[in-house]
């Protein structure tokens, strides 16, 4: 894949695929319909030479962050693991201490009965 000439917005619209945007997200941020995105996507992929979102996203950020495409698969997984330790704790959310703790609540069930109109009859299956 050879670096391509987009246009301006075919750039913006290449960004928010690779941070993860859908059509929809890409839509509404720029203030243009979801058929124009489509259209856009498909000039994208057309001029870089993808099929899919995920090529899109490898080649914005391959060429953004000046990585080459020709890397041997010993430097390529070596990089893979540098970027993972990089991110990881920003995805799981350790960056700002925030921790979720799963509790189980214990509910029960209370059932009572109503006192029909004489005082020592109870039926306990009315509630």
Avoid at 43 to 60: D, F, H, S, T, V
């Amino acid at each position: 894949m050879d670096v391509a000439e987009l246009t301006k917005r075919e750039s913006e619209i290449a960004e928010l695929f690779a941070w993860g945007a859908s059509k929809k997200d890409v839509a509404n941020r720029l203030f243009i319909s979801e058929r124009t995105v489509e259209n856009h996507a498909r000039n994208i992929y057309a001029k870089i030479g993808c099929q899919k979102i995920n090529e899109l996203c490898a080649w914005w950020f391959c060429t953004t962050f000046h990585i080459s495409f020709n890397l041997s698969p010993l430097k390529r997984n070596v990089l893979a693991i540098v970027m993972l330790l990089i991110l990881t704790p920003q995805i799981i959310g350790l960056d700002n201490q925030d921790y979720c703790r799963m509790v189980r609540v214990r509910t029960t069930r209370v059932i009572r009965a109503r006192r029909s109109q004489n005082d020592s009859d109870i039926n306990p299956l009315t509630l």
